[in-house]
């Protein structure tokens, strides 16, 4: 199985401060990297998608890179809104799987 | 508009079994994969189960193999989770979500809780 080792697993930043995250995969996963935000109580949301395209509907702070086997979300000036829990997912081969997710609160 | 709804969950004692819903609306369900996740109380998301749109395919993470079992029936829109000899840890919320064919989880329910515990 495909190993997703996300850093840090909690980070504390002020309102536009530049927030990253990043997800190393086990293997090659040829962008097959996938970002959600998940509030509490509530179903996660699709941010990113083949770890640089930007879903529809999501704010264009958000962005995503890679390199390698190791890939960044980026939100360019954190807003109270993104107080959450940020997971990254591989779709390369099944099984699927998560990082064990970031929370991001605002300082 | 896309909606997922969930429905099934509830409280059963370890062995006991449990079938999951989740009824589709706002897209040509039969053309897309469909997934269930689940999230421990307090935990992280796991992928549990995907089926393609014709239920050619079909795959289970170790975690939960010969134990549950996904379906889907097109003509009702509607994804299944039969869940049988259920055991404390998986206690969690179970998601159904969509998949547009590159494992990206674009539209999800709202989740259905599952408890086992005696």
């Known amino acids: 199985d495909i190993q997703m080792t996300q850093s840090p697993s909690s980070l504390s930043a002020s309102v536009g401060e530049r927030v990253t995250i990043t997800c190393r995969a086990s293997q090659s996963i040829n962008s097959y990297l996938n970002w959600y935000q998940q509030k509490p109580g509530k179903a996660p949301n699709l941010l990113i998608y083949?770890?640089?395209s930007l879903q529809s509907g999501v704010p264009s702070r958000f962005s995503g890179s890679e390199s390698g086997t190791d890939f960044t979300l980026t939100i360019s000036s954190l807003q109270p809104e993104d107080c959450a829990t940020y997971y990254c997912q591989q779709g390369h081969s099944y099984p699927w799987t998560f990082g064990q997710g970031t929370k991001v609160e605002i300082k | 508009e896309v909606q997922l709804v969930e429905s099934g969950g509830g409280l059963v004692k370890p062995g006991g079994s449990l079938r999951l819903s989740c009824a589709a609306s706002g897209f040509t369900f039969s053309d897309y994969t469909m997934n269930w996740v689940r999230q421990a109380p307090g935990k992280g998301l796991e992928w549990v189960s995907s089926i393609t749109g014709s239920s050619s395919y079909k795959h289970y993470a170790d975690s939960v193999k010969g134990r549950l079992t996904i379906s889907r029936d097109n003509a009702k829109n509607s994804l299944y989770l039969q869940m049988k000899s259920l055991r404390a840890d998986d206690t969690a919320v179970y998601y159904c979500a969509s998949d547009r064919g590159y494992a990206d989880f674009e539209n999800w329910g709202l989740g259905t809780l599952v408890t086992v515990s005696s």
């Open positions: 083949t770890a640089s």
